[in-house]
Nanobody, 119 residues
């Protein structure tokens, strides 16, 4: 079992920045992929960005060039630096972990943190 604790959400104006953090309750061993998804009101949850243990990143087209995902804290913490925020970035942001096959390839989710971008 892996617990994920998120922080850093809040209210920001259009064009502003926020930094989200998510700390996993175990060491980096087995944390194959970490990332962020988001869900806007009335919409399905969608990928924002992911990062593998070696550091390969993947971004949704809508956030490329504005968001940066990184890992730290012996790689068991994942960060999402969000710049040039737009109203369409509003939603609940969920931290995500995909475990390696050695740990059953299981997925874990955080409780979510609200990000609201106002114009």
């Amino acid at each position: 079992q892996v617990q994920l604790v998120e922080s850093g959400g809040g209210l920001v104006q259009t064009g502003g920045s926020l930094r989200l953090s998510c700390a996993a309750s175990r060491s980096t061993f087995g944390l194959n992929i970490m990332g962020w998804y988001r869900q806007a009101p009335g919409k399905e949850r969608e990928l924002v960005a992911t990062i593998t243990n070696p550091g390969t990143t993947n971004y949704a087209d809508s956030v490329k060039g504005r968001f940066i995902i990184s890992r730290g804290g012996a790689k068991s913490t994942v960060f999402l630096q969000m710049n040039s925020l737009k109203s369409e970035d509003t939603g609940v942001y969920y931290c995500y972990v995909h475990m390696s096959p050695l740990f059953g390839s299981k997925d874990y989710w955080g409780q979510g943190t609200q990000v609201t971008v106002s114009s």
